[in-house]
């Protein structure tokens, strides 16, 4: 496929804060099991995120939103350029140590919960820390109080099907929010939402931004978007817009 490029905008939104995660020249290549480019989801994004800011990335389908949110999220690698998250360079950790790392930095919010129902949701929120060795003491202690900053205090030993939509996903932004993670990547998290718990959610995120919270958003959503401090829209894989709201 060969499209236009797009031009880069001339300059990025003054920055005030430190920056906790920086693209430079970033590309994303998937090729085809004969070594030939299939698609070039990322074609050279410059990019900085600073610590405390909303983010919403927008744009049509196909143009590369989910795959930045993927690269931010540390779920996949760039093929080139540099990408320094919390001041590391992401691209150069081995496996073992960039799950670690990512465990450690990201908390993540999906459209559908992805809720285990089998736990409770105080053993769902606390899964995170598992993976970081953290006692099971302790992963509850910090679960009860994720949950209670969330307004889930009162469904401790709960699981997910006897919630609504909205706690569940209020115990998602809990699991997320359980490691302290730098930035908080959320992947249209009000997609399978009505529009009044949509609101609720929203406001949620509003007041962690307001508590000094990083949030990246990928949303269609403008409603959502506009909710942001910050909106980056996306085409053919560059960014076509960047600016604060």
């Known amino acids: 496929m060969t ?7 001339s300059a990025t939104p003054e920055m005030t804060t430190e920056a906790v995660a920086e693209l430079r020249g970033v590309r994303k290549v998937y090729y085809k099991p004969d070594g030939s480019v299939m698609v070039e989801a990322l074609r050279g994004i410059d990019l900085t995120i600073t610590k405390g800011q909303s983010i919403a990335i927008m744009g049509p389908s196909g143009s590369g939103k989910s795959t930045m949110m993927n690269v931010l999220g540390c779920l996949d690698r760039p093929t080139h350029g540099n990408f320094l998250l919390s001041g590391r360079e992401v691209i150069t950790m081995d496996d073992e140590e960039l799950s670690l790392f990512r465990g450690q930095t990201i908390g993540f919010v999906f459209q559908a919960f992805n809720l285990i129902p089998q736990l409770t949701i105080e053993e769902n929120v606390s899964v995170p820390l598992f993976y970081q060795g953290i006692p099971k003491s302790e992963r509850l202690k910090r679960a ?14 709960h699981r997910p099907r006897e919630l609504s939509g909205g706690q569940q996903q209020r115990a998602a932004i809990a699991r997320a929010l359980v490691g302290n993670p730098v930035v908080i990547m959320a992947d249209e998290p009000t997609g399978n939402l009505d529009s009044k718990t949509s609101n609720q959610i929203l406001d949620l995120f509003d007041e962690l931004h307001d508590d000094g919270k990083t949030i990246v958003m990928v949303t269609h959503d403008n409603e959502v978007s506009v909710r942001c401090q910050r909106i980056i829209r996306l085409r053919d894989g560059l960014v076509e817009s960047d600016v604060l709201n």
């Open 3 to 9: 499209t236009a490029p797009i031009s880069q905008p």
């Open 144 to 157: 009860y109080a994720s949950l209670e900053r969330v307004g889930l205090g009162d469904r401790i030993g």
